[in-house]
């Protein structure tokens, strides 16, 4: 099975910025769909980003956060700017190998522990 570790969680204020990372084992990460979900408390676990042969954004981060990958490292980033506290949750990193890059969470057959994100008014 493909393990997926997230890193780059913290506390900023609003207005800042934050990198996470997922590091993905094994050699077939290029072919995969790849995502980041977010999961607030008391919420339902919604799409970020997801990136496959192309981008794709939730209406709420596009424009702020943006997503990519490096497949020599096997290592999928979520840069996100202009952070505010909404974007407060758990951030999922997701693995699809059908290699779609969905915006549901169904096709995604690995995830990440998750890492939280923290952001003060």
């Known amino acids: 099975q493909v393990q997926l570790v997230e890193s780059g969680g913290g506390l900023v204020q609003a207005g800042g910025s934050l990198r996470l990372s997922c590091a993905a084992s094994?050699?077939?990460?290029?072919?995969?769909?790849m995502g980041w979900f977010r999961q607030a408390p008391g919420k339902e676990r919604e799409f970020v980003a997801a990136?496959?042969?192309?981008?794709y954004y939730a209406d709420s981060v596009k424009g702020r956060f943006t997503i990519s990958r490096d497949n020599a490292e096997n290592t999928v980033y979520l840069q996100m700017n202009s952070l505010k506290p909404e974007d407060t949750a758990i951030y999922y990193c997701?693995?699809?190998?059908?290699?779609?890059?969905?915006?549901?969470?169904?096709?995604?057959?690995?995830w990440g522990q998750g890492t939280q994100v923290t952001v003060s008014s």
């Open positions: 997701a693995a699809d190998p059908s290699g779609y890059g969905s915006r549901q969470s169904a096709p995604y057959r690995y």
């Open positions: 094994g050699r077939t990460f290029s072919s995969y769909g």
């Open positions: 990136i496959s042969w192309n981008t």
